[in-house]
């Protein structure tokens, strides 16, 4: 006998007020010992008037909505207005069915509107043979005719739990997919130049993206090294999940492995809970380890095996958790510096350069000052609200042969100084307020003065020679033919002067 037909013993001429009474003066607990939330809908699919009656004032103590159904043909339609934390489906309906193909078919229609459904099977007492396939097609679980209250409360409880935890998952997948699309347009910039160099930079971007190869990138700061990472990331197959960014430099030893591996509570004083380290977190995304080069020698050996192994143990725990996260790293060392032993272990730089990526300074990028500019004097404009102004052939000769030292982010602070401060018609050169304008002006023009700042303290010609190939140098992007032309010297003697000078 099933649930209602047992309380319809107690009294026969009032028994719907008895199991009224019932139901709502039981509180039922979960098997994890905790209250129901009443915040779940079930659905009860039954051809039994007297199941679906008793199963909905068993239920409905418990959970915020119950409907019935007594024909399986409603379904879709139920579903389409409803989402459901769970689905008490019977096996058979109509009389002299009890082979449970009815049961099978409709919980794979269930599933197929509904991949994510929770399905609890009503079957006969004994027939686990049915309930058994029926959870090779997708079920969750079954409960077997005539049913006890505990148990019919107790397997929805954890099917409901199920659900909502699958339901989170999805929750979770849909936001790091947003948060993947938010944060690959956070900087604001893109990687912006035609010159040859950056061609090459592209080509390479192009080749190794759609690849899980970890990528080492090399360059001054300020050339974009975070950019070119995250453009990777954008165009990989891993674009949909997260892009996790860690600054090593500024990762203190002493909180190096709680930070990258994450810990366990109680680790450490003030440990009050678990937490996930930054590699984990990107599982299924790409890491970026920015400023690699600053890691000391015995975290490098600590970082290596996380790599190699590819899994990590919390602090404080005892059991090591895979991770699958695509790796890029960056440093401002040079090559040469991080085949230095003494700085850098070599079995470690072969694991992360698989692909080297070398981003050339601006001052190599020469033909690409005057579109990087223009870009963030439109944005800087934007944001300040000022009217976008044209640079003077002065001011755009003067930034092609300035140093910048800084690269990238020193000319953008030199544009948004330039964006408030102007108060011209167009951007002159001391809007920028660049160290060596004067000179760059003049050494392009081909005219030294004594007010230039390489002459009013400098008298000797070599060194006025040497300062004046290495402007040309920068002008020309090394360009050795347009260098040489520019000076009016052959290649040969432009190679001389700077074998001579040590250029």
């Known amino acids: ?114 991949p994510q459904a929770v399905v609890v099977m009503i079957t006969a007492h004994g027939d686990m043979h049915t309930a058994v396939e029926a959870m090779k097609l997708g079920a969750t679980d079954f409960i077997a005719k005539p049913w006890q209250n505990e148990k019919v409360v107790a397997t929805l409880s954890s099917a409901v739990a199920l659900s909502n935890t699958r ?80 600054d090593l430099g500024a990762v203190t030893e002493t909180l190096f492995e709680s930070e990258l591996f994450g810990y366990k509570k109680g680790a450490f004083t003030g440990a009050n809970e ?9 599982d299924g995304g790409t890491l970026f380890l920015d400023e690699i080069g600053n890691l000391p020698l015995h975290l490098q050996a600590k970082l290596l095996t996380a790599l190699e192994q590819r899994r990590i143990t919390p602090v404080g725990g005892n059991q090591s958790i895979p991770f699958d996260a695509r790796v890029i790293a960056a440093t401002n ?36 000052i005057q579109a990087i500019a223009e870009y963030y004097l439109a944005h800087y404009s934007k944001k300040y609200n000022k009217p976008v102004k044209p640079i003077s052939n002065e001011a755009l000769t003067a930034m092609q042969c300035y140093d910048w030292p800084g690269n990238i982010r020193a000319l953008r602070h030199a544009l ?28 392009s023009t081909g005219t030294l003065t004594t007010n230039s700042p390489n002459t009013q303290d400098e008298l000797n010609l070599e060194k ?16 050795i033919s347009h260098a040489a032309k520019a000076l009016g010297l052959t290649r040969a003697a432009l190679y001389r002067r700077m074998e001579k000078y040590g250029l």
């Open 274 to 282: 678990d937490r996930v380290g930054r590699i984990k977190a990107a």
């Open 1 to 114: 006998m099933c649930g209602y037909e047992h309380f319809l013993l107690y009294d026969a001429e009032h028994h719907v007020y008895d199991y009224e009474h019932y139901f709502s003066s039981t509180a039922w607990i979960t098997p994890t010992g905790q209250a129901m939330k009443h915040s779940d809908c079930i659905l009860i699919v039954d051809d039994d008037d007297d199941i679906l009656t008793a199963g909905r004032l068993l239920l409905k103590r418990h959970f915020a909505k119950v409907d019935t159904c007594n024909d399986p043909a409603n379904i879709p339609a139920l579903l389409a207005k409803q989402q459901y934390s769970a689905i008490l489906l019977d096996m058979n309906f109509g009389p002299g069915e009890s082979s449970g193909e009815q049961g099978y078919g409709w919980l794979q229609k269930i599933l197929q509107i509904d």
């Open 333 to 368: 060392l040079t090559m040469q510096q991080l085949n230095d032993e003494q700085k850098f272990r070599q079995d470690l730089l072969f694991r992360l350069n698989t692909v080297e990526i070398h981003l050339p300074p601006l001052r190599q990028r020469v033909d690409d």
């Open 167 to 246: 339901n989170e998952a999805k929750q979770l997948r849909s936001t790091n997919k947003l948060l993947a699309e938010v944060s690959s347009q956070l900087t604001g910039q893109q990687i912006l130049g035609q010159s040859t160099a950056m061609q090459e930079v592209m080509g390479l971007i192009n080749l190794s993206a759609p690849t899980d190869a970890n990528v080492l990138i090399l360059g001054e700061n300020g050339t974009g090294k975070e950019l070119v990472a995250r453009e990777l990331h954008h165009r990989s197959q891993r674009a949909n999940n997260v892009f996790m960014s860690v």
């Open 464 to 479: 006025i020679e040497q300062n004046t190939i290495q402007l040309a140098l920068k002008r020309y992007n090394f360009n």
């Open 416 to 443: 948004e100084r330039a964006v408030i401060l102007s108060q011209s018609e167009m951007l002159l050169p001391q809007d920028f307020q660049l160290a060596n304008q004067t000179s760059a002006i003049e050494a």
